[in-house]
């Protein structure tokens, strides 16, 4: 026995591929978009793709916490997602709420977005997981890891594990962000499982202001990615406004993590 200190032994971590943009490797690929698909939407996809996004966001459906709110596009915004890919050469990844838009979306996008309100929703996961296309998993509100992972044991049960897990804040007595950013996600479920974790600044946020550094602490503790709204006229976003970032916005975001990842990757040769 030497006398170095002893460490937590972190799993040998799994890349998970959207499209050709790999997650879990030496990049912290960023995922951007509008919250939702709106007629424009082409227009903002490839605003977000000049500012440097890896993978776009495309959702057509939206949970949304009230059913006088708008709910997204739905199928009709579909053709929107096939016309984004073609002009930016872009991967995307859309959510879907049940099975149904599971198989009216699998043509159509490169990956699903499972979001904190359908986590728990264990026949949503496994239709997810059967259509073999790799997930990114968004954690609960207030879901302990176990139940995070428990989620996503649903969708390796399928036999699918592509899955990255997302951490987009959780529920505390903060008041004033929208979410709890829980930054130690990273480095400890980095000891509990192969996945890939990502986090998602804007919902935890809820402010643009915010976003920026929430998103630098992610790739600084090393997320294997990060997911983050923008708008070409943020005022203008049919949902979630106040946390979209403007295309400079982005940019400069994206600028940054990478700089940080270009550190990282520094130090650890
Ligand atoms: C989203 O990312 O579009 C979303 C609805 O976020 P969450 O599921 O984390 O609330
Ligand atoms: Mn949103």
Known sequence: ??????????????????????????????????????????????????????????????????????????????????????????????????????????????????????????RLLEAAGRAEKPIILKRSFAATYDEWLGAADYVRATGNDDVILCERGIRTFVTETRNTLDIAAVPVLASRTDLPVIIDPSHAAGRREWVLPLALAGAAVGAAGIIVESHPVPEQSWTDSCQALSTPELRDLIEQVRRLTSLRELSST
């Open 1 to 122: 026995m030497g006398t170095s200190p002893q460490h937590t032994q972190a799993k040998a971590s799994r890349q998970v591929a959207i499209g050709d943009v790999v997650f879990g490797g030496d990049q912290q690929p960023i995922i951007s978009g509008p919250c939702s698909v709106e007629p424009g939407y082409v227009g903002h996809a490839e605003a977000a793709a000049a500012a440097g996004a890896d993978v776009l966001r495309g959702c057509v459906f939206k949970p949304r916490s009230a059913p006088d709110r708008f709910q997204g596009m739905g199928a009709e915004g579909i053709p929107l997602l096939d016309e984004a890919r073609r002009r930016t050469g872009l991967p995307i990844i859309a959510e879907p709420l049940d099975g149904d838009d599971v198989r009216l979306l699998r043509d159509h996008v490169d990956g699903f977005l499972i979001g904190a309100r359908s986590m728990r929703n264990s």
